[in-house]
T-cell receptor
Framework: ETGVTQTPRHLVMGMTNKKSLKCEQH?????MYWYKQSAKKPLELMFV???????ENNSVPSRFSPECPNSSHLFLHLHTLQPEDSALYLC???????????????FGPGTRLTVL | RKEVEQDPGPFNVPEGATVAFNCTYS??????FFWYRQDCRKEPKLLMS???SGNEDGRFTAQLNRASQYISLLIRDSKLSDSATYLC????????????FGTGTLLAVQP
């Protein structure tokens, strides 16, 4: 399936590196999300973008910096990460329609990040 | 208390068995409810929405009890392909579609 794509699929980085995760959706959605999934923990919502505007920031450390240049693309810029940031980072997209409380979120395959 | 709580399992059941998963949520203002399925090393995918009146999709039945803040999923006639982690999910904010996930319940269907 190619509705939501993420690159790279795997990333190993040192604590002093700077890297970016990329997400692209081909579904015509107007909202995009970043989630973190660590072992034995539930998916944690990090950021929500609606019409390229950040509408939710779940107390995420500043070493994670999101960017949404248009409704199809979402980036997560990483710098000076810690080993405990190693996790699966999932991107999702959905439509946000006023008056409708939920529209299905479609997830990308994720980027498995290891911080050394 | 966790916002969404599930028994992590694993639930090991034989093919053809009926299995039930339960989930509780802490915020009574939660707006909508879902079950997602996540296969090993794959992304989550929506299995079904959950309504107060109960809803059925083939072998799967979901139920919501708002008074008890409790959600259930029943799988009948289990197949090997049902083996996965089942995530209980609550929508906290309709405006931003903010989802809160449980840790998931692992189901292993044995031949």
């Amino acid at each position: 399936e190619t509705g939501v794509t993420q690159t790279p699929r795997h990333l190993v980085m040192g604590m002093t590196n700077k890297k970016s995760l990329k997400c692209e959706q081909h579904l015509g959605h107007n909202a995009m999300y970043w989630y973190k999934q660590s072992a034995k923990k539930p998916l944690e919502l990090m950021f929500v973008y609606s019409l390229e505007e950040r509408v939710e920031n779940n107390s995420v450390p500043s070493r994670f910096s999101p960017e949404c240049p248009n409704s199809s693309h979402l980036f997560l810029h990483l710098h000076t990460l810690q080993p405990e940031d190693s996790a699966l980072y999932l991107c999702a997209s959905s439509s946000l329609i006023q008056g409708i409380s939920y529209n299905e979120q479609f997830f990308g395959p994720g980027t498995r990040l290891t911080v050394l | 208390r966790k916002e969404v709580e599930q028994d992590p399992g694993p639930f090991n059941v034989p093919e053809g068995a009926t299995v039930a998963f339960n989930c509780t949520y802490s915020n009574s203002a939660s707006q909508s409810f879902f079950w997602y399925r996540q296969d090993c090393r794959k992304e989550p995918k929506l299995l079904m929405s959950v309504y107060s009146s109960g809803n059925e999709d083939g072998r799967f039945t979901a139920q919501l009890n708002r008074a008890s803040q409790y959600i259930s999923l029943l799988i009948r006639d289990s197949k090997l392909s049902d083996s996965a982690t089942y995530l209980c999910v609550v929508n906290m904010n309709g405006a931003t579609n903010k989802l809160i996930f449980g840790t998931g319940t692992l189901l292993a269907v044995q031949p």
